[in-house]
């Protein structure tokens, strides 16, 4: 009985502790600064936002028009990606939308601004 009751509050202390460090991360994310004052990091940034909503479908051996896994294409390819991501001058992106929130699509544009960094 008493081992089940610290089992349990080791338990509700990890969820809680696992919950406000995703909180504090959410965080960070919708209130970055529009203005681009912190570098954002292509590998930790930049590149899980593209893996996870753009290379599904454009990856290598698709027949989308481009392929976006490394930083040499993404890089090459940013006016197109970031065109997309607003739906200006390309079709809007991820396809079928609904189009990523800003507070996203600022990430990308920001490490564009900042030299398009391989960092
Ligand atoms: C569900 C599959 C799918 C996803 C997810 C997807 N794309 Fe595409 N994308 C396509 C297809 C198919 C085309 C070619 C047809 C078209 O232009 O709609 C395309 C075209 C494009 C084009 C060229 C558009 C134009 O007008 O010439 C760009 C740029 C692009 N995608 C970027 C992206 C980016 C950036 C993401 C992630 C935010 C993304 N795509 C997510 C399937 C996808």
Known sequence: MKNNKILISI???????ISLSSCRKDKVQSTIDPNCIDTVSFSQVVLPIIQQN?????????????????????????????????????????????????????????????GKLNN
């Open 11 to 17: 338990f509700l202390c990890a969820s809680i502790f």
């Open 54 to 114: 753009c290379t599904g479908c454009h990856d290598i051996g698709n027949s989308t028009p481009y392929t976006l896994t490394n930083h040499t294409n993404i890089s090459n390819n940013a006016t197109a990606i970031i065109g997309s991501m607003h739906g200006q001058s390309y079709n809007l992106m991820p396809q079928g939308g609904p189009a990523l929130p800003d507070s996203i699509i600022q990430f990308v544009q920001c490490w564009i601004n900042q």
